[in-house]
């Protein structure tokens, strides 16, 4: 009897696991296939996209990347979404850590009252704040325009990061005060009775085993950071200054002038190709820091 | 005033009651509402069972189905909405070539971003396909942290998968699903107004204006900024309440491994 | 407590904003002398002055743009011109003018996605361009307003606060109508339908071979057709009346007749696929339907030619182009014209040498220059000079149809109220039978009664 029920199972069993094989495949093969397919429109000619959008493009046809590159500047724009990803990580990291590490690690006086505000943080979205933003700077510039002669707060690369490093500190101090909370005070202990300072033990001891959830955190980051483009929209006007996003939807803006698809399907897999190829090279790092981090809460 | 001038009148809370008697408001806050809920539930749904399948079971190529569920999550919305766009297509999208083989070749075409009945769902569809990745990869994070001893004990005791997944993984990760609650509010209001920019304009007819669409609309096209803004406080107290009930209802024990 | 006193901190500071709301009173047109203006501050040692024109970029290209205003640089010494041409104008120059960084001179049509000209004219925002009428042209001796063919700069879009005064000066215009393919008019021995009537009987027949009879690009295609019709069922008075949201105008037989038919045309005789998209993104597959035989008939621009282009087509392809049919036999037949407009912003720093510059504009020189892209300026005569498909489409007044002109009178913004909405954008609940005639009408109504107390 027993056997014949053992048996049983291992057939269910192995029902269930073919089904699982089946459900998965499918949700990868829907995810795959509109990703494939914007990579296969970026090489058709324009001709083609009148026609069949599934049909397999007649030739690679390269000259779209380079008119995307040169022709539609987006080569330029990349180098503005580079150095402004990188400046506004810099900065976040070297606010976002130690912040969340003291808010986190140390009682004082209103430490409950900054770990709400940064929650409320949480709820105020971009979107909506971003005009008073902007009035600000504004308001700063004509100020400034006074002492400097020019204003110096728009149309500047750097202010749009220390803006992007501002607006991901609310969810990056969550994340990482809570991947501090779950540490145990023993290492902290045993570095204080060794004599090192607070400092140093942070830099030391909890930062190179937070290191996972730091790549967690830069590539989060990293990814609104590159793919963000109302910000950036509003506070670079110059056309000297736009981001590879926002770039990306001068493209798009067909409306009543020459379509130019293949250069705008291009266009589309230029920025979207650093970030796969970032995120393939984190990806092993990504799960373990969420593993370890602080959002499983 | 459009903000190209200098001139501001104080008008109290005159907005605000426009506002609560505008039949425009409620369409736009019935759709905003459907896609927080059609959203949140499907998303939540489907990335719980996919995480426990993908942590629980061992499976051949699991680390690149992993990869792979992420990738929508890296891509711009610009991306997304193009893609979407094409898939939707009433005559030679994907969808309705795809279901032709069920409903027969001389069947009408779906208009998926067409029929004021159907859009809102689509919309929600291509928010889904975005947003399963991020939460299945949040809840394999707590999902991996429990202990294995506990599920082997568990199926010694005669526990089938069904009753293993809601008496101990569920409540185990129960912090980080009431965190992701709040996440799925806010992501949802930001990202619903990003994939209608840029996928349907709001329409047709304002099948699919949300709250910040709206919000941008008047604005900045109807020259109505005060009013734009009020939308915009309504929208953060809105979502704030929400973000607080749902928190409140979702208050358990915490239980520890 | 905390959880209350941060969220009321973060709720005062956004509620501070919105509690600025739009003001009655209006600085009209006044120029403010701003010194927000760097630019000018710098060069102000040199000689030279700075005009600083912003053009949206469209299907003429951007580069016709750099070619007048060299020859203008060349015609004015001491003259420089910076130009900003973008497909995103409104994104690109907008985040600067609301911190008091105005160009010169904007070319921008009303209309647009953002309805940036609609919000300066809103706001009183715009310097007052009559004077330029009777300004010579530079380098010729006949005054701008003899060159202009009568009526451009009569009509509510140019002389927005119906004052007499013209803010905003007309460029390039074209005419709209109904696009269809004459190849296969052609092969089908099908005639092109000159009323409302043989329309309908057209629109049976091709049923019958799976062709529908009508299509349209986005419900905001429908402004042309809808003024035009206007113009139709009451004469250019009635299209005043109608536009300018007279009481009960919508109630009138005329307007039913109108609302009937667009009903009829569009729950019946519209390609289903159209409203799914008709949107800024995928309006061109609508257009495509035209291309491919699946409709016959869509209102459009002169500028879908060159939209569709690179687009493969069915085979013995040929643009025709035609008014809207009569009502009925002999009766009058529209087209409305659709042009764009330049115009100066209140807070322009040189008004003056902007208004020289539109002058010159429509100087044959200029106009030469821009005729080379297809962009046609309301010069007198500049129709003959044209050919190809353009001289089809700008002879279509000489054949019969009458023009039409003119757009819902702009008012004070009305929160929560926008007319082109209203009318236009309902009619994609028309074709998928969201909204009923009755309802369409209702909110038409509705609408005009919350702006006609708004009207400048």
């Known amino acids: 009897m027993i056997t014949d029920n053992r048996s049983r199972r291992g057939v269910s069993d192995k029902l269930y696991k073919g089904f699982i094989y089946v459900v998965l495949i499918a949700l990868a093969v829907i995810i795959l296939i509109p990703v494939l397919w914007a990579f296969m429109a970026s090489v058709k000619q324009d001709s083609e996209f009148y026609g069949n959008p599934w049909a397999l493009p007649l030739g690679i046809h390269l000259q779209n990347f380079a008119d995307a590159w040169l022709k539609a500047k987006m080569g330029s724009f990349m180098l503005n979404s580079v150095l402004v990803t990188a400046i506004a990580l810099g900065l976040l990291l070297i606010v976002a ?32 704040i971003v005009v008073p933003i902007f009035l600000m700077l504004n308001n700063g510039d004509k100020a400034l325009r006074g002492i400097l002669g020019h204003p110096v707060l728009l149309n500047n690369l750097f202010v749009l990061a220390v803006v992007y490093a501002a607006m991901s500190l609310p969810f990056t101090i969550y994340l990482m005060s809570g991947y501090f ?39 989060f980051n990293f990814l609104s950071y590159w793919n963000e483009y109302i910000i950036s929209m509003t506070l670079l006007t110059k056309p000297t200054f736009k981001t ?54 | 005033m459009g903000g190209y001038t200098d001139n501001k009148t104080f008008v109290g809370f005159q907005n605000f009651s426009k506002l609560f008697q505008s039949e425009k408001f409620y369409q736009t806050f019935q759709n905003s509402v459907l896609l927080i809920v059609i959203v949140t539930i499907v998303t939540f749904a489907l990335a719980l069972l996919f995480a426990s399948m993908l942590t629980r079971e061992k499976l051949k190529g699991q680390n690149f189905l992993r990869v792979v569920f992420y990738i929508p999550n890296i891509l711009s919305v610009v991306v997304i909405s193009a893609i979407f766009s094409a898939i939707f297509d009433p005559n030679s999208g994907l969808l309705n070539a795809f279901l032709k083989l069920f409903r027969g070749f001389q069947a009408e075409p779906i208009l998926w971003l067409g029929d004021q009945k159907i859009v809102i769902f689509s919309l929600a569809g291509a928010m889904i396909w975005q947003a399963i990745g991020y939460y299945m990869v949040m809840y394999m994070a707590s999902m991996a942290n429990i202990p294995e001893s506990l599920y082997e004990s568990a199926g010694l005791e005669g526990a089938g998968r069904m009753t293993q997944f809601f008496q101990i993984t569920i409540p185990l990760i129960w912090t980080n ?51 734009g803004m009020a939308i915009g406080v309504i929208v953060f107290l809105f979502s704030f309440a929400l973000a607080g009930i749902l928190n409140a209802v979702t208050r358990r024990e915490h239980l520890e491994y | 407590m905390k959880k209350i006193l941060s969220l009321a901190i973060t709720a005062a500071l956004t509620l501070s904003l919105a509690a600025c709301g739009n003001s009655s009173e209006n600085a009209s047109g006044t120029t403010t002398n701003s010194s927000n203006n760097t630019k000018t501050n710098s060069t102000s040692t040199t000689e030279t002055r700075t005009l600083k ?8 290209g951007a580069d016709v743009w750099k070619e007048i205003t060299a020859a203008f640089e060349k015609a004015t010494p001491g003259v420089k011109v910076e130009t900003t041409i973008d497909k995103n104008i409104e994104d690109v120059i907008g985040p600067g003018m609301k911190s ?47 060159k202009l063919i009568p009526g451009f700069t009569d009509t509510s879009i140019t002389n927005p606060y119906n004052d007499g005064k013209t803010y905003l000066m007309p460029m390039f215009y074209s005419p709209t109508g109904l696009f269809f393919n004459e190849g296969l008019f052609e092969e089908k021995g099908w005639k092109v339908p000159e009323t409302w009537d043989e329309m309908w009987a057209l629109g049976d027949k091709a049923k019958a071979e799976g062709i529908a009879l009508f299509a349209y690009p986005m419900p905001g295609y429908f402004d042309s ?9 009451g004469g250019a008075d009635f299209f005043n009346k109608a536009t300018s949201y007279t009481e009960g105008v919508w109630e009138t037989p005329e307007a039913k007749q109108a609302f009937d038919l667009i009903t009829k045309l569009t729950s019946t005789y519209t390609e289903k696929t159209v409203p799914a998209n008709a949107n800024k993104d995928n309006f061109t597959k609508n257009q495509q339907l035209i291309l491919d035989n699946k409709a016959l008939f869509m209102p459009n621009g002169t500028w879908v030619v060159g939209e569709m282009s690179k687009a493969p087509r069915a085979e013995g392809f040929k643009w025709g182009f035609t008014a809207l049919p009569a009502l009925k036999e002999g009766g009058d037949r529209y087209s409305y014209t659709f042009f764009e407009q330049i115009w100066v912003p209140a807070k322009a720093e040189n008004a003056d040498l902007a208004k020289q510059f539109i002058a010159y504009l429509y100087s044959d020189e200029a106009a030469a220059i821009f005729a080379k892209v297809g962009a046609v300026q309301p010069i007198k005569g500049m129709s003959e000079k044209l050919d190809g498909d353009n001289k089809l489409f700008y002879s279509i007044y000489d054949s019969g149809a009458k023009a039409a002109m003119g757009a819902f009178a702009t008012t004070d913004p009305v929160e929560g109220v926008n007319i082109s909405d209203t009318v236009f954008r309902s009619i994609d609940s028309l074709v998928t039978g969201a909204k009923s005639q009755e309802d369409w009408v209702n909110g038409i109504i509705k609408a005009s009664d919350a702006l006609r107390a708004a009207m400048k």
């Open chain 1, 97 to 128: 850590l130690p912040a969340s590490y003291v808010l986190s690690r140390f009682k004082f006086r209103g430490n409950a009252f900054l770990n709400m505000m940064f929650m409320a943080g949480l709820f105020i979205n971009v979107n909506y």
């Open chain 1, 181 to 219: 909370k779950s540490l145990p005070k023993e290492f902290e202990e045993a570095a204080s009775v060794d004599g090192a300072g607070n400092f140093r033990t942070m830099v030391q001891i909890i930062m190179p085993m937070a290191k996972p959830s730091i790549v967690t955190v830069i590539l």
């Open chain 1, 244 to 297: 590879l996003p926002v770039g990306l939807m001068n493209l798009m803006a067909a409306q009543k002038s020459a379509v130019q698809y293949g250069q705008m399907y291009a266009g589309l897999v230029l920025v979207m190709l650093p970030t796969l190829i970032i995120y393939i090279l984190v990806q092993k790092k990504l799960t373990q820091g969420m593993t370890m981090g602080g959002l499983k809460g």
């Open chain 2, 177 to 227: 699903i009431r965190t992701t609650l709040t996440f799925f509010i806010i992501s949802t209001i930001n990202m619903s107004f990003l994939f209608v920019m840029t996928m349907t304009s709001g329409g047709p007819d304002g099948a699919t204006e949300v709250f910040l669409s709206y919000m941008y609309k008047e604005a900045y096209t109807n020259s109505s900024y005060g009013y």
């Open chain 3, 53 to 60: 024109l912003a053009a949206l970029e469209t299907a003429y």
């Open chain 3, 100 to 146: 008091g960084d105005f160009p010169d001179i904007i070319h921008l049509a009303v209309g647009q996605q953002k309805g940036l000209t609609e919000t300066f004219v809103k706001d009183n925002n715009l310097t007052d361009l009559t004077d330029v009428l009777s300004m010579t042209v530079p380098g010729e001796d006949v005054t701008v307003k003899d």
């Open chain 3, 225 to 233: 057709f809808f003024y035009a019709l206007l113009n139709e069922v």
